[in-house]
């Protein structure tokens, strides 16, 4: 900020009456407190994880007295890591299901939301809104309550115990919103781009491809990884889909735990951080794109 | 740097215009294109969501599992708590949320950051979450309990022993994952409210409170409503919270529909139950989701 920028407004200061003065200083007390009593809140759940994971024996958790484990230990990450628990045994596999469903979910729900956002939007296949708006309806019903049908049909096409199974119905839950976000930010691409490739003679699908997508590209990343972790983080329908171990995902493993009496609980948390490490990477890497995409729906309605 | 830099928020008008629409009609092969281009995506409509949601609806048909599920106490429980879990969690978070973007509107370094670490319940998923606070507030040797204990001397109660208590810890979680989501929705909300009607209503005089209440309120009062209500809608949709922080306990008395439905289905086999109990809040969210639709549309209207 410059010289010339800073000068009135300190002049403004000096200026102040004591009472606004007072009052400023309350409003910057009282944002600090806010701010620490906010900082309490959202990490004591995630400092509480951490505390339970370094707790060095098996299974123990008598937190009675300590607010930090006398001896923190990294035993159970490494008993994650090296799958060295029977819960365990087949850690990395679920961990590939789990970047596998993710990955799929998001290439799908992309490929497959994009081009029907562009139908509808850009080549202005009107009738179909119908169709977008009623899958919308898809949010307001509970997924438990698809859950049950939606076990029964994936027995029906022979998809039991079948990953695919997860992927079809973590596309179905993404999707409606992707199309929902990506024909809202297409609005501001100026549709004569696309009329002006149509008369030097390109296909709809080169309209799509060359410039549709490229344009896109940010809300298109907003839209993936949205459905990456929506798939990452999604558990209902994987616990319900998926019975053999070596199909689970890591939602799966760490849910197994809780059926358990005599579970290590360590060992649990552990696991539980090593999952959540992922997305919150994806995350913070991809912020901007997401918030800025998941807002752009919510916002402009 | 800016809270939109921070965030990658765009100032974005509310209202705007749709794009003029051609009245050209799609024929011969731009249509065959169109067609061809929609397909994959009606085609998972069809088949992964239409037909579970006409098969769930024909399961739960035979208006005797609906008496069957009204003379269940568990059912009417659990339909009290979804009611509660909604009415106060919705409505709470909601609010707070609203609060807080104002909170972050501040320009203060520390504030910025303090959003960035903010955002961390959103990223992370739900699992971690709820178990963490599953086992914060177990028995005697959960975190809290032991931290007021060892902080101030309080001895904390037993969170899944009583009810309410249980309930309480529920919409706890529920609140701590989603409040950061809608914090961010409401603080894109705030953004697109040009400046300049600040600064006008600054420079006429308008206290802080004042400005809130006149400017800030009208123009986020839809956004407010379609945020409510849709988050209303999608915690009676949620299984995850109550399955996972309470797990129903004490006895069972802290389930909401969801929970009981899949229990109904697969603990004790009874699918078109489970089915039924789940259909059953259908009458209270198909009215909501109305109203939302035509909110939605509404926005076009606005400021």
Known sequence: MSVAATSPRRRRRRRARPRDRLRRWAVEAGSVALCGALLIWTLVPVYNMLLIALDPDEGETEFTGTLFPDEPSLNSFRAVVSQDYWYLEHFWQQFANSFYVGLATMALTVAIASLAAFAIGRMRLTRVRVLTNTALIIYAIPSALLAIPFIRLAQRYGLSDNIWAVIAAEVMFAIPFAVLVLQQYATIIPMELDEAARIDGASPWQVYLRIYLPLTAPALAAVGTYALLLAWGEYLYQYLLLSSERNWTVAVAIEQFFDADEAPWNYMMALAIIYSLPPIAVFYALRRYMAAGLTMGAVKG | ?303
Do not use: C
């Open chain 2, 1 to 303: 740097m800016s809270t939109q830099q921070v965030l990658g928020l765009r100032r974005v008008a509310i209202a705007r215009r749709r794009p003029p629409r051609w009245h050209v009609h799609l024929h011969g092969s731009e249509l065959a294109w169109a067609l061809a281009f929609v397909v994959p995506y009606a085609a998972v409509f069809l088949l992964f969501a239409a037909y579970p949601i006409a098969y769930a609806i024909w399961m739960g048909s035979d208006p005797a599992l609906y008496r069957e599920l009204f003379d269940d106490p568990h059912y009417l429980e659990a339909a009290a708590n979804t009611a509660l879990f909604a009415g106060f969690a919705a409505n709470i978070m909601m609010f707070a949320a609203l609060l807080l973007s104002g909170f972050f509107m501040r320009r203060r370094w520390w504030i910025k950051a303090m959003l960035v670490v903010a955002m961390l319940p959103w990223a992370l998923p739900a699992i971690p979450a709820y178990v963490s606070f599953h086992w914060m507030l177990i028995g005697d040797y959960g975190f809290l309990d032991s931290a007021l204990w060892n902080l101030f001397g309080i001895d904390g109660p037993h969170w899944f022993n009583k009810r309410w208590l249980a309930l309480a810890a529920n919409m706890i979680a529920y609140i701590w994952k989603w409040l950061p989501f809608w914090t961010l929705i409401f603080l894109a909300g705030r953004m697109a409210i040009p400046q300049e009607l600040h600064e006008a209503a600054a420079i006429d005089g308008a206290s802080g409170y004042r400005r809130f209440l006149h400017i800030t309120v009208p123009l986020l009062t839809n956004l407010y409503l379609i945020s409510t209500a849709l988050a209303t809608v999608w915690i009676v949709g949620d299984f995850t919270a109550s399955e996972l922080v309470s797990g129903g306990a004490p006895s069972r008395t802290t389930e909401v529909l969801t929970t009981l439905s899949i229990h109904y289905a697969f603990d004790s086999s009874q699918p078109a139950l489970g089915v039924a109990a789940a259909l059953s809040a259908l009458p209270v969210l198909i009215p909501i989701v109305v109203i939302l639709m035509r909110r939605i549309e509404r926005r076009e209207v606005q400021l």
